[in-house]
């Protein structure tokens, strides 16, 4: 019996516990709360950081008071349901008028706007920062809301470029970092593609001639070749090379008594009749402009690289007037004060090659570097080094990832690359207008002979000395 006793009481004992517990979870939830109003939702406290904002209001103030101990009745309506003014709310929290701490228990809750966090610091909504070319801001839930663009500089497509086997490497350049694709299409390239007229140009015939494997231009005629300019945030690749491939012709065909750098600038700024200045211009009216009223050299005339965008173009500084046997002369001084050379340099009409690789080499090899159009590709902005091909490592990405537009640049020579199978790559070596830092010293290598990029399509050249005055002087 003593056994049975035993039993008997721990049975009753353990009932006792069971409805003992039963009672606190009643009592402490909100199990009871929440069964008899269905409509009621899960709000969280201002003191819950990191959770949905409460609106500020008066809530419990507006009530009138603040109810001790638990009251069911002590509520106020609150967005879609109801909240509570009672001492209950101490302990569930969830139930609680936004004011229920400051006005009820008289404790200022910690901060009622949501913070964001970054390496380790807050941040408060509304503020930003700039992860490559997207803006993140700190949204009302305290998280951070970021722009979705294509960048310029993509780290995963450099990464792509120099895992893979695609014969060039990639690298990311702090000049170009931080912009969008777009941007770098809209204010990097800026060459207009020729019209359906000037793209039916008569090519002019070229005879064969023994093929080099390797030139360049710069070997052949030393001091002549023109460093690659920057034109920076200003989309006038147009006048830049074709300035740049007129000064060398000048220097070339003069035998190197007129070494200019003619003026990007003063095509840019006075070149306007149907040009677009630093929103991208046409190359055949860049030289109809160098024909007709010349310019004069950079250093007379310098480059003002833009310094907002879109870059605003700056009034025509430099006129000419016609001296007769259509030369021309400066009317104004230079607009660089310390240079007093303000000759003009002209132009005859320019010729267009054929697209067969051999007869622009020899055009190269005879009269010097040509400009060429060309379609840029995504991947073209982070070129380090090697010979360039378009890769597919943006194939599979979304069509903003993939994007081109029309530059033009000037080509200076050709080469030839053997693979350690015996097949062998042949490559044009051109200048591109994007400062001396970025590619191969500011020039790069690209794929030769099956048209890459379309480069072989409008290949230019221009012939200068017939109007170099006095002609007797340099022969
Ligand atoms: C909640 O109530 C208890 C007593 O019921 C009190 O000791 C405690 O300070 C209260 N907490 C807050 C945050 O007011
Ligand atoms: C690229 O360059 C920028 C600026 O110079 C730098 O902030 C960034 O971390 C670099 N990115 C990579 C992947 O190296």
Not at 50 to 61: A, K, L, N, T, V
Not at 262 to 271: F, T
Request: proline fraction near 5%.
């Amino acid at each position: 019996t003593y056994l049975n006793y035993g039993l008997i009481l721990f049975i009753m004992k353990f009932i006792l516990l069971t409805v003992a517990a039963l009672l606190l979870v009643v009592g402490e939830g909100t199990a009871d709360r929440i069964l008899s109003r269905r409509s009621k939702r899960e709000l969280a406290s201002p003191l819950h950081v990191g959770g949905i904002r409460d609106p500020y209001g008066s809530y419990c103030q507006r009530r009138g008071g603040c109810c001790p101990g638990r009251d069911d009745t002590c509520t106020v309506p609150y967005l879609d349901t109801i909240c509570y003014c009672d001492l209950f709310c101490n302990r569930t929290v969830s139930d609680c008028c936004p004011d229920f701490w400051n006005h009820c228990l008289g404790i200022e809750p910690p901060s009622l706007i949501d913070t964001c966090e970054r390496n380790g610091n807050r941040f408060f909504t509304g503020q930003t920062y700039k992860e490559n070319c997207n803006l993140c801001t700190c949204g009302t839930s305290g998280r951070w809301e970021c722009e979705q663009n294509a960048c310029l500089m993509e780290p995963d497509v450099i990464h792509a470029v120099n895992r893979g086997n695609y014969g060039w490497k990639a690298a990311n350049y702090s000049q170009l970092y931080g912009m969008t694709l777009d941007e770098g299409i809209r204010y990097r390239l800026g060459t207009q593609r020729p019209s359906r007229t000037i793209m039916n140009m008569n090519e002019i015939q070229v005879q064969k001639f023994r093929d080099f494997v390797f030139a360049t231009i710069s070997y052949k005629w030393p001091g002549k070749i023109h460093e690659p300019l920057d034109q920076g945030n200003c989309a006038a690749s147009w006048a830049f090379s074709t300035a740049a491939v007129a000064s060398d012709r000048i220097s070339i065909q003069s035998m190197g008594h007129m070494t200019p750098q003619l003026s990007p600038q003063n095509l840019i700024s006075c070149d306007t009749r149907n040009q677009g200045g630093c929103a991208g211009g046409r190359i055949d009216g860049a030289w109809w402009y160098l024909r007709r009223r010349g310019v004069v050299t950079e250093d007379c005339y310098p480059y003002l690289p833009p310094h907002q965008s879109p870059a605003e173009v700056s009034r025509c500084m430099m006129q000419s007037r016609s001296v007769g046997r259509g030369k021309r002369q400066a009317t104004q001084r230079c607009p660089n004060a310390h240079n007093h050379h303000n000759d003009i340099y002209q132009s005859t009409p320019p010729y267009r090659l054929s697209s067969n690789d051999k007869e622009i080499m020899k055009e190269i090899m005879d009269n010097g570097p040509v400009q060429a159009i060309m379609e840029v590709h995504e991947d073209f902005f982070v070129y380090k080094s090697g010979i360039y091909k378009h890769t597919d490592v943006s194939f599979t990405k979304p069509s903003q990832y993939r994007k081109h537009g029309t530059h033009s640049v000037r080509i200076t020579g050709w080469g030839e690359e053997r693979n350690f199978d015996g097949t062998s790559r042949k490559y044009w070596i051109a200048a591109n207008s994007w400062g001396k830092n970025w590619g191969e010293d500011g020039y790069f290598r690209i794929a030769r002979g099956d048209n890459e990029c379309e480069i072989e399509t409008f290949v230019i050249g221009v012939w200068v000395l017939m109007l170099l005055d006095p002609l007797s002087q340099y022969n």
